[in-house]
C-alpha cells in the first residue's frame, strides 16, 4: 500500500542553473502557468533595461516563485496558508499564517541547482 502512495507523490524536479534562461525553460516545462507573469515581468523590468543591478531582484522573485510552483504540494500549502491568512478575523493568527509563508519563501531562496 506505501509503495503505491509513493508512485502517486509527484516528482519535484530539481531546482535549474541559476540564470534567467534556464530558470524561464524549467519555468515553461515544469510550472507552465507562471510563464506569462514571468514574461511580462521579465519584459517590463530587464529587457530593456541598460544596467544588469535588476536581474538579481527579479531572479531572486522568480527562483522563489518557481521553487514552490514545481512541488504541487507545496504550492497548494502555501496557498492554502494565504487563504486562511486573508479570512483571518484574528490577527496574531493572520500573522502566525503569513509569517510560516514568509518562512518557507526565505527557504525557498536558499536553494541551489539541483536541488
Known sequence: MAARAAERDPVVPPMPERTPKALREAIAEHAPVLLPDFDAHWKWAIADAYDPGP???FMARWWCEYAIARDPQL???????QHRAAEATDIAEAKALIDEVAKIRYGARKLEPGE
Open 55 to 57: 536581474v538579481h531582484a
Open 75 to 81: 504550492d497548494a500549502h502555501v496557498t492554502e496558508l
